[in-house]
Nanobody
Framework: QVQLAESGGGLVQAGGSLRLSCAAS????????MGWFRQAPGKEREFVAA????????YYADSVKGRFTISRDNAKNTVYLQMNSLKPEDTAVYYC?????????????????WGQGTQVTVSS
């Protein structure tokens, strides 16, 4: 089992950057594939990015490709989401999630563990 805690959210102007962190508890963090999702007010939760256990394989939603980078440091039990060139439409609560499923997945139903979320607000 793993517990997740996001941090790093905040208010930023359009065009700015933020780096989200997700700290995981548990001794088997490196065995999980990880993902970031977001949920804007009045909208369904949507996939943002996913990362394999080694950090070598990544996958992004088209809406963030080229602007966001997902990475992990297994020695620190932490996964990151570097967000550049932020847009107002990136405003949402961002969640990290862990899955025991083999291979990367964009579907939230396939993730076993979730953090509490961190708010990102991008002003125009």
């Amino acid at each position: 089992q793993v517990q997740l805690a996001e941090s790093g959210g905040g208010l930023v102007q359009a065009g700015g950057s933020l780096r989200l962190s997700c700290a995981a508890s548990g001794r088997t963090f490196s065995s999980y594939n990880m993902g970031w999702f977001r949920q804007a007010p009045g909208k369904e939760r949507e996939f943002v990015a996913a990362l394999g256990w080694s950090g070598a394989v990544t996958y992004y939603a088209d809406s963030v490709k080229g602007r966001f980078t997902i990475s992990r440091d297994n020695a620190k039990n932490t996964v990151y989401l570097q967000m550049n060139s932020l847009k107002p439409e990136d405003t949402a609560v961002y969640y990290c999630a862990a899955t025991t499923r083999a291979g990367l997945t964009t579907q939230d139903k396939n993730y076993n563990y979730w953090g509490q979320g961190t708010q990102v607000t991008v002003s125009s």
